[in-house]
């Protein structure tokens, strides 16, 4: 089992900056990656950014490029995502997710990942 808690989720203006955290505890050590997908009201649970512990590659969707970062502290668990220049589209409940093996799914679809943490809430006021 893998227990997953976010934290960092909050109320900011557009063109602000928010950081996520994610950590992780319990059986970590079988973890191949780690991901960050959010969904807002009436819509699909979409991929966001993804991490591989070992490698430390990362992906991301095209909304979010040049405005989010995804990083690990391996030692401590926890991943982060940094979002700057948020947007009001950015508004959404954002969830993390823990992928044990390399195979099957590749990392964006939420089908790939086997925790999920709770989820916390951003919202972007315009």
């Known amino acids: 089992q893998v227990q997953l808690v976010e934290s960092g989720g909050g109320l900011v203006q557009a063109g602000g900056s928010l950081r996520l955290a994610c950590a992780a505890s319990g059986r970590t050590f079988s973890m191949y990656a780690m991901g960050w997908f959010r969904q807002a009201p009436g819509k699909e649970r979409e991929f966001v950014a993804a991490i591989t512990y070992r490698e430390g590659s990362t992906e991301y969707a095209d909304s979010v490029k040049g405005r989010f970062t995804i990083s690990s502290d391996n030692a401590k668990k926890t991943v982060y995502l940094q979002m700057n220049s948020l947007k009001p589209e950015d508004t959404a409940v954002y969830y993390c997710?823990?992928?044990?093996?390399?195979?099957?799914?590749?990392?964006?679809?939420?089908?790939?990942?086997?925790?999920w943490g709770q989820g916390t809430q951003v919202t972007v006021s315009s």
């Open positions: 997710a823990a992928k044990l093996f390399s195979l099957g799914w590749g990392l964006t679809s939420p089908r790939a990942y086997d925790y």
